[in-house]
């Protein structure tokens, strides 16, 4: 007997062009309405020129790891410099679930599939959503006039009709390559992730080892989004703001709380914030980032400030040990303990790495006008925050030797009791 149905060949309808097409365009469509959403929440729906379409569009570029350049041009007696590198994780986290879970579907009640048929309906998925990055790419182009406002810069270009123009534009080659990489990602993850995604036969044997610690991972990662929802949604409610906490929450939420979670396993990044540019929330973390010098953010700076902050290492703690027994509780249950600390170490260790790399800001932006502000001034400013790698690297390891140990003799403890005694 066959071991796939003609409806679930590779180029049938159940994951054939029409289900790619619907695919692939959902998780654009998601992405954008969230972005939308966000950025009308964060009042850029007020910007001139009709710009609120195209700085969509650049958001949902962005979300996917394309490349959006600052531009300036203040002719040849002024200068301009600017740069800017955040990802919106939550238009990115609303992409890779839609876009994954979409990917999936036509898969559902299937135990094994051909490495052809999936890389096919990849693939299938990967031509659309290219052709769809394609146009946003495209879009995502606008450059604004800036006032120079009060003062000498303002006089000088009054005196030499000095009117600076900043914008934004897309490297469109290098936006495709990236963009082509996240979706890899992501349709990779999801098959690893997934308890009930079908695999290769061949790959039958490592989903025993890989699956339940990399499921576990995602769970916690996306219940720290939740709390950290939750957390807002309070704070709107109990000290008002309720407009800027949900642009914060449909654009960066998962940028706070995953930040919040390496800090509560003692890990420390390196930060400043200068200027008019501005952490949003909680306020504690710009306190701490402003000024002229690079400062430590770790729990012990933010304790000196707040002192409830070192409730997130028990939080932390409460949510490694559940996901250590989560991993060991849909693993074989003959694994030994000392074998789910190591996987949960080295899956922790990836993740807090991914957390590193996803999680840095940089922005900055400044004009001068014949040497006069020297790209300072109030039309200046600059934010940057990246994380000590190794440390944090080093202590998610040990965290999770601990609490995937720890899980995993719950785990055993919890089997023993529910198997009945010999009669």
Not at 63 to 92: H, Y
């Given at each position: 007997?066959?071991?796939?149905?003609?409806?679930?060949?590779?180029?049938?309808?159940?994951?054939?062009?029409?289900?790619?097409?619907?695919?692939?365009l959902t998780?654009?469509?998601?992405?954008?309405?969230?972005?939308?959403?966000?950025?009308?929440?964060?009042?850029?729906?007020?910007?001139?020129?009709?710009?609120?379409?195209?700085?969509?569009?650049?958001?949902?570029?962005s979300?996917?790891g394309?490349?959006?350049?600052?531009?300036?041009?203040?002719?040849?007696?002024?200068?301009?410099?600017?740069?800017?590198?955040?990802?919106?994780?939550?238009?990115?986290?609303?992409?890779?679930?839609?876009?994954?879970?979409?990917?999936?579907?036509?898969l559902?009640?299937r135990?094994?599939?051909?490495?052809?048929?999936?890389?096919?309906?990849?693939?299938?998925?990967?031509?659309?959503?290219?052709?769809?990055?394609?146009?946003?790419?495209?879009?995502?182009?606008?450059?604004?006039?800036?006032?120079l406002?009060?003062?000498?810069?303002?006089?000088?270009?009054?005196l030499?009709?000095?009117?600076?123009?900043?914008?934004?534009?897309?490297?469109?080659?290098?936006?495709?390559?990236?963009?082509?990489?996240?979706?890899?990602?992501?349709?990779?993850?999801t098959?690893?992730?997934?308890?009930?995604?079908?695999?290769?036969?061949?790959?039958?044997?490592?989903?025993?080892?890989?699956r339940?610690?990399?499921?576990?991972?995602?769970?916690?990662?996306?219940?720290?989004?939740?709390?950290?929802?939750?957390?807002?949604?309070?704070?709107?409610?109990?000290?008002?703001h309720?407009?800027?906490t949900?642009?914060?929450?449909?654009?960066?939420?998962?940028?706070?709380v995953?930040l919040?979670?390496?800090?509560?396993?003692?890990a420390?990044?390196?930060?400043?914030v200068?200027?008019?540019?501005?952490?949003?929330?909680?306020?504690?973390?710009?306190?701490?980032?402003?000024?002229?010098?690079?400062?430590?953010?770790?729990?012990?700076?933010?304790?000196?400030?707040?002192?409830?902050?070192?409730?997130?290492?028990?939080?932390?703690?409460?949510?490694?040990?559940?996901?250590?027994?989560?991993?060991?509780?849909?693993?074989?249950?003959?694994?030994?303990?000392?074998?789910?600390?190591?996987?949960?170490?080295?899956?922790?260790v990836?993740?807090?790495?991914?957390?590193?790399?996803?999680?840095?800001?940089?922005?900055?932006?400044?004009?001068?006008?014949?040497?006069?502000?020297?790209?300072?001034?109030?039309?200046?400013?600059?934010?940057?925050?990246?994380?000590?790698?190794?440390?944090?690297?080093?202590?998610?390891?040990?965290?999770?030797?601990?609490?995937?140990?720890?899980?995993?003799?719950?785990?055993?403890?919890?089997?023993?009791?529910e198997v009945p005694?010999?009669?």
């Amino acid at each position: 007997m066959s071991a796939h149905t003609p409806h679930d060949q590779a180029g049938s309808p159940a994951h054939g062009w029409g289900r790619a097409v619907v695919t692939a365009l959902t998780g654009l469509i998601a992405m954008g309405v969230t972005a939308a959403l966000g950025l009308w929440a964060a009042g850029a729906a007020d910007l001139p020129g009709g710009a609120f379409p195209r700085v969509v569009a650049a958001t949902v570029v962005s979300a996917v790891g394309g490349t959006v350049e600052l531009v300036g041009d203040a002719g040849g007696l002024a200068a301009t410099e600017g740069g800017l590198t955040v990802l919106p994780l939550s238009v990115t986290l609303v992409g890779a679930l839609v876009v994954g879970a979409g990917f999936l579907w036509p898969l559902r009640h299937r135990a094994v599939a051909g490495a052809a048929e999936l890389a096919g309906w990849a693939a299938r998925i990967a031509v659309v959503w290219l052709l769809g990055l394609l146009g946003l790419s495209l879009a995502a182009r606008q450059t604004f006039k800036v006032s120079l406002g009060d003062g000498t810069l303002g006089d000088l270009g009054d005196l030499f009709d000095v009117g600076p123009e900043v914008g934004f534009r897309t490297d469109v080659a290098l936006t495709l390559l990236v963009g082509l990489l996240w979706l890899a990602g992501v349709l990779v993850l999801t098959l690893l992730v997934a308890r009930g995604a079908p695999l290769p036969a061949r790959l039958l044997r490592f989903q025993a080892p890989v699956r339940p610690a990399a499921h576990a991972m995602v769970v916690l990662l996306l219940v720290c989004v939740a709390l950290g929802v939750v957390v807002a949604l309070v704070v709107a409610a109990t000290r008002g703001h309720a407009v800027q906490t949900l642009a914060v929450i449909l654009l960066g939420m998962p940028n706070l709380v995953w930040l919040v979670f390496t800090l509560g396993l003692g890990a420390a990044w390196d930060g400043r914030v200068e200027g008019p540019f501005g952490l949003p929330m909680p306020h504690v973390l710009d306190e701490v980032l402003r000024g002229k010098d690079t400062t430590r953010l770790d729990i012990g700076a933010l304790a000196a400030y707040d002192g409830r902050v070192w409730w997130l290492v028990v939080v932390d703690a409460v949510l490694l040990l559940a996901s250590g027994f989560l991993m060991a509780a849909h693993s074989p249950p003959r694994i030994p303990a000392w074998r789910h600390a190591l996987h949960m170490a080295v899956a922790l260790v990836l993740t807090v790495l991914m957390l590193c790399l996803v999680g840095r800001i940089s922005a900055r932006y400044g004009l001068s006008v014949l040497g006069i502000g020297d790209l300072g001034g109030n039309l200046s400013g600059e934010l940057f925050l990246r994380p000590r790698l190794w440390s944090a690297l080093g202590l998610a390891a040990l965290w999770g030797l601990v609490t995937g140990f720890l899980g995993g003799l719950l785990a055993g403890l919890v089997r023993r009791r529910e198997v009945p005694p010999p009669r």
